[in-house]
């Protein structure tokens, strides 16, 4: 009943690597997202993109970026890792069918920068 | 600017009780709102949703109300159980393309 996967649950990166995080869904969605979660601050909307190619900036894009080459892909990179960019990141995929509304998260990945 | 709020941070009720999570939004032209629950280490999950042109949806022991004038929905569960203590994230949806979360509510309730 695999849904929405993450490549990695723990990562340690050191300071300036550059870092992919890489998310499947098979859905089928059109709509995916990438998300951080640190405490206090909740899930905060990092890209999303509502199409193959397509990428949209959320709350919080800074450091970041994006690619979405194919429906079931959508890639986060981080350039060049900072401190501050210690969290877990969650991604999820989100469908619209039947009138419905559900969005399907991955387990996370929780990314340690040193 | 957070647009989704929930100003609670944390919720104890007793089991067999009613809980009641709160959240207010901004933007008035968000079109659909979701509750999600999340456990430690594991990624959110769907609970509930309510289109913006409804004011209640029910779902088993779960209700959310919507009150567009005031901006502000909650999430009713009754009655709660041990094993709904969790972290709810309210969230709510534009353009059918851009979700934004609130903060999140950790509720516990005790046995």
């Known amino acids: 009943d695999v849904k929405v996967t993450q490549s990695s649950r723990y990562l340690v990166k050191r300071t300036g690597e550059k870092v992919f995080l890489e998310c499947v869904q098979d859905?089928?969605?059109?709509?995916m997202f990438w998300y951080r979660q640190d405490p206090g601050l909740g899930l905060r909307l990092i890209y999303f993109s509502y199409d193959v190619k397509m990428k949209e900036k959320g709350d919080i894009p800074e450091g970041y970026s994006v690619s979405r080459e194919k429906k079931e892909r959508f890639s986060l990179i981080l350039e060049s890792a900072s401190t501050n960019q210690t969290s877990m990141y969650l991604c999820?995929?989100?469908?619209?069918?039947?009138?419905?509304?559900?969005?399907?998260f991955g387990p996370g990945t929780r990314l340690t920068v040193t | 600017d957070q647009q989704v709020k929930q100003n609670s941070p944390s919720l104890s009720v007793q089991e067999g009780r009613i809980s009641i999570l709160n959240c207010d939004y901004t933007?008035?032209?968000?079109?659909?709102f979701l509750w999600y629950k999340k456990y430690p280490a594991e990624g959110p999950t769907f609970l509930i949703s309510i289109s913006s042109i409804k004011d209640k949806n029910e779902d088993g022991r779960f209700t959310v109300f919507l009150n567009k004038s005031a901006k502000h929905l909650s999430l009713h569960i009754v009655p709660s159980q041990p094993g709904d203590s969790a972290v709810y994230f309210c969230?709510?949806?534009?353009?059918?393309?851009?979700?934004?979360f609130g903060a999140g509510t950790r509720l516990t309730v005790k046995p």
């Open positions: 933007n008035s032209m968000f079109d659909y």
């Open positions: 969230a709510a949806l534009l353009n059918n393309n851009d979700m934004r």
């Open positions: 999820a995929s989100f469908s619209t069918g039947a009138g419905r509304y559900e969005q399907y």
């Open positions: 859905m089928d969605h059109e709509n």
